[in-house]
């Protein structure tokens, strides 16, 4: 518009990591940390991490940065200009673990993905172990902090945790919350990750057929920030923990759960309708009586669960006869034509 001044802005010119270097070779093995405000911490992760593996592995850095307020960005961006093997994600804002993973795993290369967490409580020393299970022979491998150093009371909720969720899926490991991990790339890709699932993903992949064991790694006290574990999360996971023995148990038999239920709720009923009914026919009054109203709800609610059953079986049915071909879990074969 003639007349309007020309805008300026001191705004940086945003910077793509997404990409790697022309002729860089492909990594072999892949981390994926991503952080909310762990620019004091970045730098020294990056060297520890090409001490343990730039002399004997080929690896790319990915730091997913999820909604920063301070100079993580920033710090990235020079980390990337002082090694090739360093990129990074932004994410617009801060949209959490899952989604931060996921932006990470969307751009590894690697056949080794390694997550890590950017607060320096995890020790890339320890990244040669994990990378030698792999090597064994392993699909996942979950990092065992043996000597925890977090308040009591968060070793206290972390064994509880840790108990309940191997008595309901039957995956003993002693630190399913670990964020040190290691998957091969296969995992990943058979596993959707959303919501806060990402912890469970050793769950989901022991129930696909996949081998899960655990080694030991150091744990260190956090140098920068503060940690964000707190009420909220402990319920989170309980939540997900319920969707996670949902999933593995019944997402291929709903009417095993549901029908369950139904036919349960729907005997109780019945065994109730059927004493009032005798009582009736005894000549007593049973229209005033609680026990009515409790035994025909108890044959409603019966019959609306084993009606959800037959409807996720007809899903479940639908979508195995669409995507079983696709998705078979096989880890080999020998002499196939194709």
């Known amino acids: 518009m003639p007349g309007t001044p020309p805008m300026h802005t001191d705004a940086p010119a945003p910077v793509d990591l997404r990409a790697p270097a022309e002729g860089q070779p492909v990594p072999r093995i892949s981390l994926v940390v991503p952080g909310l405000n762990e ?21 790319e850095l990915i730091f997913v940065d999820d909604g920063s307020t301070d100079a993580t960005w920033e710090v990235i961006g020079k980390l990337h200009a002082e090694n ?28 080794v993905v390694v997550t890590m967490d950017a607060d320096l409580q995890d020790d890339p ?16 491998v ?15 909720l972390s064994r509880i945790f840790n108990g309940t969720v191997a008595w309901l899926t039957g995956v003993k490991l002693h630190d399913m919350n ?4 290691a998957y091969r790339r296969e995992v ?19 129930w696909q057929g996949f081998r899960v064991t655990e080694v030991p790694v150091k744990h260190h006290a956090r140098k920068f920030g503060q940690s964000r574990y707190g009420l909220e999360r402990i319920l989170r996971g309980t939540f997900d923990l319920l969707s996670v023995v949902f999933l593995t148990r019944y997402s ?30 005894s000549g007593e009054a049973i229209g005033h009586r ?17 009606s959800m059953g037959l409807i996720g079986e007809f899903l479940a049915f639908h979508y195995q006869r669409r995507h079983t071909k696709d998705e078979l879990p096989i880890r080999e074969v020998i002499g196939d034509p194709r």
Not at 88 to 107: I, P, T, Y
Not at 125 to 140: C, H, N, R, T, Y
Not at 142 to 156: E, F, M, S
Request: a positive charge.
């Open 178 to 181: 670990c964020g040190f991990k």
């Open 125 to 140: 020393e320890d990244l040669p172990s994990f990378i030698a299970k792999i090597d064994g022979g392993v699909d996942v």
């Open 39 to 59: 620019a004091e911490s970045l730098p020294e992760l990056a060297a520890r991490v090409h001490e343990a593996l730039g002399g004997e592995h080929e690896y």
């Open 188 to 206: 990943l890709g058979a596993i959707p990750i959303y919501g806060d699932l990402f912890r469970f993903i050793p769950v989901l992949a022991h």
């Open 290 to 306: 609680p026990l009515l109203l409790l035994g025909v709800l108890m044959l409603i609610l019966g019959i609306q669960f084993f």
């Open 252 to 281: 291929k038999k709903p009417m095993h759960l549901f029908g369950l239920i139904g036919l349960s709720l729907s005997f109780l009923g019945g065994l109730i309708c059927t004493y009032l009914t005798i009582l009736w026919f």
């Open 84 to 111: 090739e093997r360093v990129r990074g994600v932004r994410l617009r804002k801060n949209f959490g673990k899952a989604m931060a993973l996921s932006a990470g795993f969307d751009r590894a290369r690697g056949a």
């Open 142 to 156: 979950v990092g065992w902090k043996v000597q925890r150093l977090d308040p009591a009371n968060r070793r206290i």
